[in-house]
Every structure is written in structure tokens, then in C-alpha cells.
């Protein structure tokens, strides 16, 4: 009998755009400080992506080709793209296939997945089960958002948290036990009332009232969503632990979604973590949605050692939420 394929993160890309947002550009915008900002959500400053035209599929074709540059391959070399977003260059064709046509990978078939912040979570286990199944030798599986793009700009309760990113992981099978080896993801579609986009959608398609009526953003009950985030990230890493026979002594980093420092602060503490084994990049780039977890994997790569285990956690609009574990496998 074969040894089990495990799907093994072989290699991180990420890309944020050059432009800066702070906390001091948005006090000229809106009545806000950046003491208000940095106290209730660690942010200090998030990336925009600006210029005619430019899309989420333009932060994923750069974080895909720093990803085929470390690890040596050819974008012809990609079996399939998973990219999990909420902010799709169009709502059809999906972002995965205009992103494989510009990277030139004429092998690959893809596909989009929306689940808000927990967008790369799902698309990971998706993408390992590709892997898993001995169907597909290398998935690419992306988080971007260009949240600018649904971000109301004359409405502090939420300008002030969202920002522009993308990141994206190689998988390809390994029989040692290094990769994805366990995933708890969970929805609640009756969270939707508290975090939404009003219209756009076949409910409510897009007419001049909708626009007038700013329909077209990011609609949040912050207070609600907070509460229910707080719950629910830190019993799914709990859950995560207990089930794999696993403490926090074990766990060498928490990578959570970026969302408000605070919903980190509560999760690391009960998963028993420490704040030195918790990434945390919020403050330079906001809530990059989709964005945030293999962001983060991007900036702390160097720091990764094989063997370490690492939990991934997500809370978001859905409601969605989860948790994987991760053996990291270079
Ligand atoms: O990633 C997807 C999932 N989303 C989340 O996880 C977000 C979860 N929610 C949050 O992170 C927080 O709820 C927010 C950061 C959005 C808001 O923080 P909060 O501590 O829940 O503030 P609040 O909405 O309860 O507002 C407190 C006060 C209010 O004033 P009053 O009524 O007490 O006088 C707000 O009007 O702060 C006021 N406020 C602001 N003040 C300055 C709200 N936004 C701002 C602002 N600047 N930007």
C-alpha cells in the first residue's frame, strides 16, 4: 500500500500595492484619529491599489510569479488556480481563469471561491483535497482582495479597517506528513444580515437608485460581527487543538486573519499562545480580506522551519469561519 499524500506548502508569493493609506490621510477624510483606529483595531496604515483599470487579478498575477520564481517553476507547470475573493475583477468570468491568462498558465483550469475572510481557508482545503485525491501534482491557491473597490469612503466604521492585497501558496503531494493535515471550516449563512453588499447581486441588481443609495459597499454591524468573530475563531482553534491532541506548547505560530487586533489577542489566549508565536501584519496592511492569512505566511516565510506546526484561523462575512493545521514542509 502507498503512503497517504499529504498536500505540502512548497512555496509563498505575495504582492501588496505601493500606495500607502494611513490613519493620518484618513483623519482628513472622515471624523476619525488615528488614536481611535489604532486602539480598537492595531491598524496603522493599509495598501491601495490604484490606477485605471486594475483589478484583484492584478495583485494575484504578481504574487503567483514571485511564488513560480522561488520555487523554480514555469506558470505552464500549474495543474489549477483556486483564487477566494469577494472583490472578482467582474462577477463572471471567475478571477482564476482572466489571472491564468495573464500569467500565461495555459495548463492550469480554475475557479473562484467566496467566502469572504475566510476565503483562503476554504480554497486551501479545496486545493489539498486536489492534491490529495493524486489528481493534481501543483494547485495554486490564492487570497486577494481589492477591497478599495467596495469600501465607502465617507463611512468611518469602515474605511478605516479594509485594505488592497494578495497572496497566494504552491501545493504539491508529499508522503512524509508534511502539509495540510487537518481543517475545521464552518458557515452560517443567517450571519449574513451583519455584513453584506446590498446591491450588485440577482437580488438587488444594479440601477441608478442602488448607486445613489450606496449600495455598492461594504455594509457592516461592527459590534455584532466582533462578538461573533471573537467566539467563533477562538473555539474553532480550540476545537482544531483538542482534536489533534494538541496544546499550545505544540503550535510553533498562530496565523490568524487580520481582521482587529483585538479578535487576535482573544484567540491566541485561548489557544494558550503567546504573543511571539501570533503574525501579526495588521497595522501595516489593514484587513486585506482573502488577502490577510497567506500574506502573512509571505512575510514570515524566512522564520518558518520544517516541521513546525502552524495553526491558520479565519473569521468573516457569512458568516464563514475555520481553522487548519498546517506541518510546514521547507
Ligand atoms: O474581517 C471581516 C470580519 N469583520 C470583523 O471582524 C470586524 C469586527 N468588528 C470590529 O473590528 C469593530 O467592531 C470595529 C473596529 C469595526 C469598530 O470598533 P468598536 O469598538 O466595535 O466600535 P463601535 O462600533 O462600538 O463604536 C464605538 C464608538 C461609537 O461612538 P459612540 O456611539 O460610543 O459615541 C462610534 O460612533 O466609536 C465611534 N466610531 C468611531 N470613532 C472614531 C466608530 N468608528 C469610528 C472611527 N473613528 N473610525
Not at 207 to 225: D, N, P, S
Request: hydrophobic share 40%; with cysteine; charged share 20%.
Amino acid at each position: 500500500m502507498g503512503k497517504k499524500i499529504t498536500a505540502s506548502i512548497t512555496a509563498v508569493g505575495g504582492f501588496v500595492p505601493p500606495d500607502k493609506l494611513t490613519n493620518f490621510d484618513l483623519e482628513k477624510m472622515v471624523d476619525t484619529n488615528d488614536e481611535w483606529i489604532r486602539t480598537r483595531t492595531g491598524i496603522e496604515e493599509r495598501r491601495i491599489l490604484k490606477g485605471e483599470s486594475l483589478a484583484t487579478s492584478d495583485m494575484v498575477v504578481p504574487a503567483v510569479q514571485d511564488l513560480c520564481r522561488t520555487r523554480g517553476i514555469d506558470p505552464m507547470d500549474i495543474d489549477c488556480m483556486i483564487v477566494g475573493t469577494v472583490t472578482p475583477d467582474m462577477v463572471f468570468p471567475a478571477t482564476a481563469n482572466i489571472a491564468c491568462d495573464k500569467l500565461g498558465a495555459k495548463n492550469a483550469w480554475g475557479f473562484d471561491v467566496s467566502a469572504a475572510c475566510s476565503g483562503f481557508l476554504y480554497s486551501l482545503t479545496l486545493g489539498a483535497s486536489l492534491i490529495e485525491s493524486g489528481r493534481y501534482k501543483k494547485v495554486v491557491v490564492c487570497g486577494a482582495d481589492k477591497m478599495s473597490a467596495i469600501i465607502d469612503y465617507s463611512d468611518r466604521s469602515t474605511c478605516i479597517i479594509f485594505g488592497d492585497g494578495a497572496g497566494a501558496v504552491l501545493l504539491e503531494p508529499n508522503t512524509e506528513g508534511f502539509g495540510v493535515l487537518d481543517s475545521i471550516l464552518k458557515s452560517d449563512g443567517s450571519g449574513c444580515h451583519y455584513l453584506h453588499m446590498k446591491a450588485g447581486g440577482s437580488k438587488r441588481p444594479a440601477t441608478i437608485e442602488t448607486v445613489i443609495a450606496k449600495e455598492h459597499y461594504i455594509y457592516q454591524e461592527g459590534q455584532a460581527v466582533f462578538k461573533f468573530a471573537v467566539k467563533g475563531m477562538a473555539d474553532v482553534s480550540a476545537e482544531l487543538l483538542e482534536r489533534n491532541h494538541l496544546t499550545g506548547n505544540d503550535i510553533a505560530w498562530l496565523v490568524p486573519h487580520q481582521a482587529n487586533k483585538r479578535i487576535i489577542d482573544a484567540t491566541a489566549h485561548r489557544m494558550g499562545l503567546s504573543s511571539e508565536k501570533v503574525m501579526l501584519n495588521i497595522q501595516r496592511y489593514g484587513n486585506t480580506t482573502a488577502g490577510t492569512i497567506p500574506l502573512c505566511l509571505w512575510e514570515w516565510q524566512n522564520q518558518l522551519k520544517k516541521g513546525d506546526n502552524i495553526v491558520l484561523a479565519a473569521f468573516g462575512g457569512g458568516f464563514t469561519w475555520g481553522a487548519t493545521l498546517v506541518k510546514w514542509g521547507f
